[in-house]
């Protein structure tokens, strides 16, 4: 089946450093890619989604200079936590569409900012 | 704007027996699709089941299977036949169906039900 590959599983990094979490499509193309955050004990909210070869468009209330998306190719999409702070300790969830009413999901990265 | 209620924050069923977890949603749409998700320790997502809201016909997957109420707004998923590795957070999800013109769909989900199977 269709598969999200994502990396790094997890992540601990300083506050005010920057932090890379990339989702690859292995066996399909993905034009777009959906980056959700979950809290500990909550929900999956989504923060943005990316189009290749297009600006992402994010949710209201989130921060596109903060969270940097880039999707330059049909099978990479990447979220950048810029300037980290402990209160973007979250997990980290990509997902893509490989058919039109199919989702598959990234493995989840969890993020501590210390 | 759609929404997805969960109301049931926390279950717990006996191994082998049956449980049922409710969701409901709100949309003014007429064509999408309703999901149901599990996240397990691991925090990997994985279907469980998908409804098409144009079939009559609830879905079934094995021991999975749901009660589609269209005009209720209702999407309930019973378990049978509960096993251990069935203890995980279950969530809902609706997804409009692809608007020709439009963007993809994101899928909106509610918060969850937390599902302890009891040996």
């Known amino acids: 089946g269709a598969v999200v590959s994502q990396h790094p599983s997890w992540v601990i990094c300083k506050s005010g450093t920057s932090v890379k979490i990339e989702c690859r499509s292995l066996?399909?193309?993905?034009?777009?890619m959906f980056w959700y955050r979950q809290f500990p004990k909550q929900s999956l909210m989504l923060m943005a989604t990316?189009?290749?070869?297009?600006?992402?468009?994010?949710e209201q209330g989130v921060e596109k200079d903060k969270f940097l998306i880039n999707h330059a190719s049909l099978t990479l999409s990447t979220l950048t936590v810029t300037s980290a702070h402990p209160e973007d300790s979250s997990f980290y969830i990509c997902?893509?569409?490989?058919?039109?009413?199919?989702?598959?999901f990234g493995s989840g990265t969890r993020l501590t900012v210390v | 704007a759609q929404t997805v209620t969960q109301s049931q924050p926390e279950m717990s069923v006996q191994e082998a027996e049956t449980v049922t977890l409710s969701c409901t949603y709100d949309?003014?749409?007429?064509?999408?699709?309703l999901f149901w998700y599990k996240q397990p320790p691991s925090r990997q997502m994985i279907l469980v089941i998908r409804?098409?809201?144009?079939?009559?016909q609830n879905a079934t997957e094995n021991r999975f299977s749901v009660n589609f109420q269209k005009a209720a707004k209702s999407f309930s998923l019973k378990i049978s036949d509960s096993q251990l590795g069935d203890t995980a957070m279950y969530f809902c999800?609706?997804?409009?169906?692809?608007?020709?013109?439009?963007?993809?769909?994101?899928?909106?989900f509610g918060k969850g039900t937390k599902l302890s199977v009891k040996p």
């Open positions: 409804q098409e809201a144009y079939k009559q």
């Open positions: 997902s893509a569409k490989p058919t039109l009413r199919s989702y598959t």
């Open positions: 949309t003014s749409e007429n064509n999408y699709y």
């Open positions: 999800a609706f997804m409009k169906m692809w608007d020709y013109g439009g963007s993809q769909g994101n899928l909106i």
């Open positions: 066996d399909f193309q993905a034009t777009t």
């Open positions: 990316s189009n290749e070869g297009s600006k992402a468009t994010y």
